[in-house]
């Protein structure tokens, strides 16, 4: 069965600082990964989608993702954290067309 | 602009009634899906479908059902056998898997007092 794992409940970090949010994942072929960001009582925003080819994959607001296969991990970076990338953040995976997430991820950036 | 809409945004009902909610989207997307989230424990799939007169249960079924007559709505009634059916419900479609990412309406908030 197909899951994802987000180990973290919460993230805090500085401004300005990296900022890392971690997703693993167990399906089995290859995966389609995803991450999506929260703000409160709101729908999902897409961040960015690991289909094939690089491992590393940028998105947008200058997040980027690294797939690592061996690892089974595809977590979700930042160089430079911003006070607006408090948030709720998903990782998800899609076998088939059952589309999972993991638990959410709460980012809280300060100033 | 195409995308995809859930009413209402706030619900309420009386315990032991029946509730739909409504799901649209003009995205001409093949699969649509509905979920429900609870704080701390992420999106749970209730059920899905990936094409008209079809559809799969998810991890989270009981109590719920749905139906998918049109490619461009997919209902979601939540029955007086959901134990606990207050949250905040969320309604999702996409193309094909691989070829985009799936796109997310704004949610309904229902509470059942």
């Known amino acids: 069965a197909q899951s994802v794992a987000q180990p973290e409940d919460q993230v805090n970090v500085a401004e300005g600082n990296p900022l890392t949010v971690k997703c693993t994942y167990s399906?089995?072929?290859?995966?389609?990964l995803f991450w999506y960001v929260q703000y409160p009582n709101r729908g999902l925003q897409f961040l960015l989608k690991y289909i094939t080819g690089d491992n590393l994959v940028k998105g947008s607001y200058g997040f980027e993702a690294e797939f690592n296969k061996s690892q089974t991990s595809f977590h979700l970076k930042k160089p430079s954290a911003l006070v607006s990338d408090s948030a709720l953040y998903f990782c998800?995976?899609?076998?088939?067309?059952?589309?999972?997430f993991g638990a959410g991820t709460t980012v809280t950036v300060r100033a | 602009d195409g995308g995809i809409t859930q009413s209402p945004k706030y619900l309420f009902r009386k315990e032991g009634q029946n509730v739909t909610l409504s799901c649209e989207q003009n995205l001409n997307h093949d699969a649509m899906y509905w979920y429900r989230q609870d704080p701390g424990q992420g999106l749970r799939l209730i059920y899905y479908?990936?094409?008209?007169?079809?559809?799969q249960k998810g991890d989270i079924a009981e109590g719920y059902s749905v139906s998918r007559e049109k490619k461009e709505s997919f209902p979601l009634t939540v029955t007086s056998a959901q134990k606990n059916p207050t949250a905040f419900y969320l309604c999702?479609?996409?193309?094909?898997?691989?070829?985009?990412?799936?796109?997310f309406g704004q949610g309904t908030r229902l509470t059942v007092v």
């Open positions: 399906v089995s072929g290859n995966p389609y």
């Open positions: 999702a479609s996409l193309r094909q898997p691989g070829s985009t990412e799936a796109f």
């Open positions: 998800a995976v899609i076998w088939g067309y059952k589309l999972s």
């Open positions: 479908s990936q094409i008209v007169n079809d559809f």
